[in-house]
């Protein structure tokens, strides 16, 4: 596996809760700066993909979908000019409605993109105005069903629960309507409260309330016997699908496989070292027209590194590692060098192992960032 980012940091607005590397556009030539500028950079990376291919694309932001059908058109021209891509790849666009258009997504169907993630955060109109989304439900349901009638047949939907005045119902009603749609696949994430976010500030203005844990992970529990009712297996902390529908470019992140990300802020894992793009957009874009690859950071991983990555990454999955594999790939005997921290959470019913693999249980999921750190040194 072998997947490629392209990340595009624009948003119309800002949501409240969002600290991903995305702005508002603030000058009329920003967007086709950047697009000639992230155009020289997939040049830049050429020579050394020639005899590789890609498996899957994945456009993220910010919001792809902001892209008009020009630039949509001239960025694909060049991800195919510039590198292999395999004929049944995965080629994800991330949408935010309030930008889709029937025509965007005859173009988006026109250039080879067969997934879109849709964000839909929740149902409730008013919610969607108080975390500061710039669409409707109505706009949302025009646009995903645009997208059918297109013959988009792969589509993600994002959720959230534990969201400011988000009472447990609603977040049951939204989940109801989005599950009528029957998308293939749904993203269910909790709220974080990130530093720099406008909630942050209204949380610590005491303008809200933050669900307790003990809610929040009921809500969780509840979304995975739901949709599993409803025939979606969850095989990710916050991802669920028909079977079939996993989404192939995130596995190959969670699987630790090389994907080379392109764009301001984008980061990418390329044979045994990673890095990290500038954020800043005047500063990725200097650096292109200076003829310089904008990395911000680059680390060449040791071994321990590597394998720390690997469990983390591979804990996320329902499916855990898979022993044999791991044990080859890193040339270790897993068992043998975790084997106190395994029995601990074993015996404390956090992770589980069958005959191949060892993953977490439920209960373990629940609290799965604190028993991660178990693992590192
Ligand atoms: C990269 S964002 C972009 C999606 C697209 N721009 C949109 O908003 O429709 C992917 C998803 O992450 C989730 N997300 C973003 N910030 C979050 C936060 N602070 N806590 C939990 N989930 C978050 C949202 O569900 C969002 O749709
Ligand atoms: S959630 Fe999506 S639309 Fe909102 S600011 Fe973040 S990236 Fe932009």
């Known amino acids: 596996m072998l997947g490629l980012y392209v990340h595009i940091p624009f948003c119309a607005k800002k949501c409240f809760y969002c600290d991903f590397n995305s702005y508002e556009i603030t000058r009329k030539d920003e967007k086709s700066i950047y697009i000639k ?12 993909f020639k005899e590789r291919k890609f498996s899957s694309i994945f456009l993220g932001g910010g919001t792809p979908s902001i892209l008009n059908e020009d630039e949509i058109n001239i960025i694909f021209e060049n991800i195919y000019k510039n590198y292999n891509i395999s004929e049944n790849a995965e080629i994800t666009i991330e949408c935010n409605p309030g930008t889709l ?3 965007k997504l005859i173009t988006m169907k026109k250039v080879g993109i067969n997934r879109l993630s849709i964000g839909l ?51 049951k009603e939204s989940l109801d309507k989005v599950i009528k749609l029957n998308p293939t696949h749904i993203s269910c994430y909790s709220l974080i409260l990130e530093e720099g976010t406008r ?57 630790c496989e090389n994907y080379l990300g392109l764009g301001a802020g984008a980061s990418g894992y390329i044979n045994d070292y990673r890095y990290s793009n500038k954020e800043n957009l005047d500063e990725y874009n200097k650096d292109i027209e200076n ?12 071994k321990k590194d590597e394998i720390e990555e690997a469990i983390i990454m591979m804990l996320r ?35 589980d192992k069958n005959k191949n ?5 439920q209960k373990g999921r629940e609290i799965s960032n604190s028993i991660l750190v178990e693992f590192l040194d």
């Open 37 to 48: 500028n992230l155009i020289k950079e997939m040049e830049f990376y050429k020579e050394d």
């Open 121 to 171: 955060q929740t149902t409730d109109n008013n919610l969607l105005k108080s975390i500061g989304r710039i669409h409707n439900y109505e706009q949302f349901e025009k646009n995903y069903n645009d997208a059918l009638d297109v013959g988009f047949k792969n589509i993600n939907i994002d959720i959230m629960y534990s969201l400011p005045n988000q009472s447990f119902d609603e977040f």
């Open 199 to 255: 909630f942050y500030d209204m949380y610590y203005n005491n303008e809200f309330e933050l669900n307790d844990d003990e809610l929040d992970i009921s809500i969780y529990n509840y979304t995975i016997n739901k949709l599993k009712e409803d025939g979606y297996n969850q095989y990710e902390i916050s991802n669920y699908s028909k079977k079939g529908y996993e989404c192939k470019h995130n596995i190959t992140y969670w699987k």
């Open 357 to 361: 693999n060892i993953f977490f249980t």
């Open 101 to 103: 258009t029937k025509e």
């Open 317 to 351: 999955m329902n499916e855990g590692i898979n022993i044999e594999d791991f044990n080859k790939r890193f040339n270790i005997d897993f068992e043998k060098k975790y084997k106190n921290v395994i029995d601990k959470l074993i015996n404390k019913g956090l992770i």
């Open 291 to 302: 003829n310089k690859k904008p990395i911000s950071e680059f680390s060449s991983l040791t």
